[in-house]
Nanobody, 124 residues
């Protein structure tokens, strides 16, 4: 059974940085594409960033491009999201997601595996 466990969330002030991690386990086959999504209170879950197996292909939502960086360490089975220059609009629960196919995509419905989420609050 695939398990994805996020960590690293917290409360920070605008302009600060955070790094989220997502540890994967239980998969008998490679989870070639991994992604981060987020869900703010009262809003739908939205795409943040995705990365392919090698790390050579990444996708970002326009709202985070230039501020967030997605990376992965396959040896450690861990996905990361470095978030810099955080804004109050980044406040949300951040979810790690994974799929076995090779092409990173932005659709929630494309990812069958999800973590339980980690909360990020950006406020003065």
């Amino acid at each position: 059974q695939v398990q994805l466990v996020e960590s690293g969330g917290g409360w920070v002030q605008p302009g600060d940085s955070l790094r989220l991690s997502c540890l994967g386990s239980g998969s008998s086959y490679p989870l070639r594409t991994k992604a981060w999504f987020r869900q703010a209170p009262g809003k739908e879950r939205e795409f943040v960033a995705a990365i392919n197996w090698s790390g050579g292909e990444t996708l970002y939502a326009n709202s985070v491009k230039g501020r967030f960086t997605i990376t992965r360490d396959n040896a450690k089975n861990t996905l990361y999201l470095q978030m810099n220059n955080l804004e109050p609009e980044d406040t949300a629960i951040y979810y790690c997601a994974a799929r076995s196919t090779i092409i990173p995509t932005m659709a929630v419905s494309d990812y069958p595996y999800w973590g339980q989420g980690t909360r990020v609050t950006v406020a003065s």
